[in-house]
């Protein structure tokens, strides 16, 4: 079975940093791109960027271009989406999602993560 | 602020049918394949339509999907009372990916 499961829920304090992760299974997690997602409290889904884990290849959407980094360690599968100095407002839901090159879908997603930001 | 238009909310009875749009622009729905993502209460999203109109393995014929020009479409009929939920369309704008602004829907 494809899977990606991630991290547990987060609580931090302003100015604190964190790195949330995303593990692959199922299914040759180098050949594959992982996104990440985020949905603010009772709000929609939002593109963060993505990375190629094959090569570390990693996009970013322009909202997010500078407030985040997207990573990947290939010999554990893993992906992750870290930030330097967190903001009340990065308060949300983050998911990971895997992307098929030049398809227009993302499947399947992870459980999400619980970013909570507050001092 | 997404560039995907849905209307915010729908409903329907169980048994009938219910239509979500999703509006867009010659630079993504026009020049794109559409994806659709059902989001259930206090869950992940997931794919439900893909290509504009196919359905993964286990999605059942009830949910399907259109394009045309700049715009697609989700229909699901015979509505049932574990429909309820957000749905968001999906496709690439140049670069970034975009979502629909979502669309709830009630089952009566």
């Known amino acids: 079975e494809v899977q990606l499961v991630q991290s547990g829920a987060e609580v931090r304090k302003p100015g604190e940093s964190l790195k949330i992760s995303c593990k692959g299974s199922g299914y040759s997690f180098t050949s594959f791109w992982i996104a990440w997602v985020r949905q603010m409290p009772g709000k929609g889904l939002e593109y963060m960027g993505i990375i190629y884990p094959g090569n570390s290849d990693t996009r970013y959407s322009p909202s997010f271009q500078g407030q985040v980094t997207i990573s990947v360690d290939k010999s554990i599968s893993t992906a992750y989406l870290q930030w330097s100095s967190l903001k009340a407002s990065d308060t949300a839901m983050y998911y990971c999602?895997?992307?098929?090159?030049?398809?227009?879908?993302?499947?399947?997603w992870g459980q999400g993560t619980l970013v909570t930001v507050s001092s | 602020q997404s560039v995907l238009t849905q209307p915010p909310s729908v409903s329907a009875a169980p048994g009938q049918k219910v239509t979500i749009s999703c509006s867009g622009s010659s630079s993504n729905i026009g020049n794109n394949y559409v994806s659709w993502y059902q989001q259930l209460p206090g869950t992940a999203p997931k794919l439900l339509i893909y290509?504009?109109?196919k359905r993964p393995s286990g999605i059942p014929d009830r949910f399907s999907g259109s394009k045309s020009g700049t715009s697609a479409t989700l229909g699901i009929t015979e509505l049932q009372t574990g429909d309820e939920a957000d749905y968001y369309c999906?496709?690439?704008?140049?670069?970034?990916?975009?979502f629909g602004t979502g669309t709830k829907v009630t089952v009566l």
């Open positions: 999906g496709t690439w704008d140049s670069s970034p990916y975009v």
């Open positions: 999602a895997r992307h098929v090159t030049s398809s227009t879908w993302f499947d399947p």
């Open positions: 290509d504009n109109n």
